[in-house]
């Protein structure tokens, strides 16, 4: 198995790693978590447990995912890179490459079976039914002062497709309306948000919260909509997610979770949301909704609740949207093979802004790759594209702005365009549609009416930079703040290139 079994199994794994503290003095779910956790996050700090939580006898945990480091301790990896090449294989994107190949695939695929969810008969979550189910025995953080109520946010979402019966897992925000009323607040792009226009009459909802930390990321995964989301975190886990019947609607929940919260939402039955202070570091204001009616709650003896807090980034769902950045890479690259890298920078909150770097071949290949990325999932929604060549550094911001204000002739190198935007966008006049706009910042050709013959970066040779490397320790030069990063490199030569184009190709 990859990383921690289950919650339990993951606070001890952090505990022991010294990524954990307890804070046994009580603590004010109202704003209060907020701003201790904030603190740790934007100073690297470490998860939080809550043991002693105002008005509920629920520790709260959080800031789990807050640190590069802890995702990986999470996923059980030793790159997200890595993890991402498994994933393209999982979601058969890489055409199998000869017998070695093809023998390989043959593996995956039984690991493919292996990973499918296993149904179990009895689980921890349900170790306790309660007599009575409320939210009100839940420590629900209000996060920021102006949101419209409490809100359960670091939550696996799971629905039916009405259709093929699919399951499909989100993580979606959950506003506490009453003390049996959540509001769910899947955006009209997503798969559960599919899954509610597409049917009609009442749709059962399950809410899982607590799960082992890769079943909890995988909620939040951009996958295609027929792709279970258990299946994936079964692949990412190498151990299946184990999932049992709920008990008064006919959903399966994971078994290991700390506590379930069982209900259904009718079609057509709308309430307003929010406002809630989000990821895009402002309110998102008020808008309908479906809402979800409690019919159970079930949980472990002494459950934990987890949380998270999004706001001003960056925040902790950075190291959660990083994780998924690196993960897709290999998938993004499968249908545009000429993407060397791309990042989505924390302070572009993720759907604002993609720098995409590319093996440029052809007159307009940078036009083209913007309109592919406004075309591909979840990306669809970025609103700025930003085009480099393939030797740039796209987490280099500051070589990208180099690159952009360099090579950039806004009368000609701009692509405006329109289309669905993030719901969460309050600068488009409408909600979820608006313009984009791309940057061509690579080197212009003469097919694209360049004509004044394009310069070359000044560079050092490289034997002039080996015989200063031989010499550098004489010199007796310190460098204080060198991180060997703001030199251009040269650029690839044809079929080859940096690091980061080694580390694609290998295998
Ligand atoms: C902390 C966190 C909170 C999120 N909240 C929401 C939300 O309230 N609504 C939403 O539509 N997406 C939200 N997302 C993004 C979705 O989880 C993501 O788009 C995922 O792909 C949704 O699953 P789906 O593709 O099966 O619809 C959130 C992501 C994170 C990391
Ligand atoms: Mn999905």
Not at 233 to 252: F, M, N, Q, S, Y
Not at 399 to 406: C, D, F, L, P, S
């Amino acid at each position: 198995m990859n990383g921690p079994r289950d919650l339990r199994d993951w606070i001890d794994m952090l505990r022991r790693a010294g990524e954990l503290v307890e804070v046994t003095q009580e603590v004010d779910p109202h704003l209060e978590i907020t701003e201790i956790a904030d603190r740790a996050m934007k100073g690297g700090g470490p998860a939080l447990l809550f043991t002693n939580v105002k008005g509920s006898r629920v520790p709260v945990l959080i800031n789990q995912f807050g640190t590069e480091r802890r995702m990986l301790m999470a996923l059980g990896a030793d790159s997200l890179d890595a993890i991402g090449d498994e994933i393209a294989d999982l979601l058969e994107l890489r055409p199998p490459d000869g017998l070695a190949d093809k023998v390989k695939k043959l593996g995956q695929l039984k690991s493919v079976a292996d990973a499918r969810p296993k149904v179990v008969r009895s689980a921890p979550c349900q170790e306790v039914v309660w007599p009575e189910p409320s939210l009100d025995l839940l420590p629900v953080l209000t996060c920021w002062p102006d949101d419209g109520g409490p809100y359960v946010t670091l939550a696996n979402v799971i629905t039916k497709d009405p259709v093929t019966g699919g399951r499909n897992v989100g993580m979606y925000r959950l506003q506490k309306h009453s003390a049996t009323e959540l509001g769910l607040h899947w955006q009209i792009h997503k798969d559960a948000a599919q899954d509610w226009t597409e049917g009609a009459g009442r749709m059962e909802v399950a809410i899982a919260l607590g799960t082992d930390p890769t079943t909890t990321y995988c909620g939040s995964m951009p996958l295609p909509k027929h792709v279970d989301e258990y299946m994936v975190a079964g692949w990412l886990r190498d151990a299946p997610v184990e999932v049992v019947p709920a008990k008064t609607i006919d959903v399966e929940v994971p078994a290991n979770a700390e506590i379930v919260i069982e209900g259904y939402c009718e079609r057509g039955e709308l309430r307003p949301e929010g406002p809630f202070g989000d990821h895009t570091g402002y309110y998102t204001p008020v808008d309908d909704f479906p809402v979800m009616h409690i019919t159970a709650i079930t949980s472990r003896r002494d459950p934990i609740y987890p949380t998270i807090v999004v706001g001003p980034p960056p925040c902790e769902d950075l190291w959660l949207a990083k994780a998924t950045e690196r993960i897709f890479l290999p998938a993004v690259r499968m249908t545009l093979p000429e993407v060397v890298d791309y990042d989505l920078p924390a302070a572009g909150t993720f759907h604002n802004c993609a720098i995409v770097s590319i093996r440029k071949r052809f007159p307009g290949h940078a036009q083209k790759v913007m309109n592919a990325i406004w075309g591909t999932g979840l990306l669809s929604l970025t609103k700025a594209v930003i085009i480099v060549d393939d030797w740039v550094d796209v987490h280099d911001y500051t070589e990208v702005v180099w690159q952009m204000g360099a090579n950039i002739d806004p009368a000609h190198d701009i692509l405006m365009s329109y289309g669905p935007l993030d719901q969460l966008d309050h600068a488009a006049r409408l909600k979820a549609i608006g313009g984009k706009i791309g940057f061509d910042a690579t080197a212009k050709w003469e097919g694209e009416g360049y004509t004044r013959g394009w310069p070359e970066v000044n560079r050092i040779p490289d034997d002039v930079k080996a015989a200063v490397d031989a010499r550098w320790a004489e010199l007796g030069i310190p460098l204080p703040g060198f991180e060997g990063r703001h030199t251009p490199r040269p650029p690839a030569a044809p079929g080859g290139g940096g690091g980061m184009l080694a580390r694609l190709r290998r295998g």
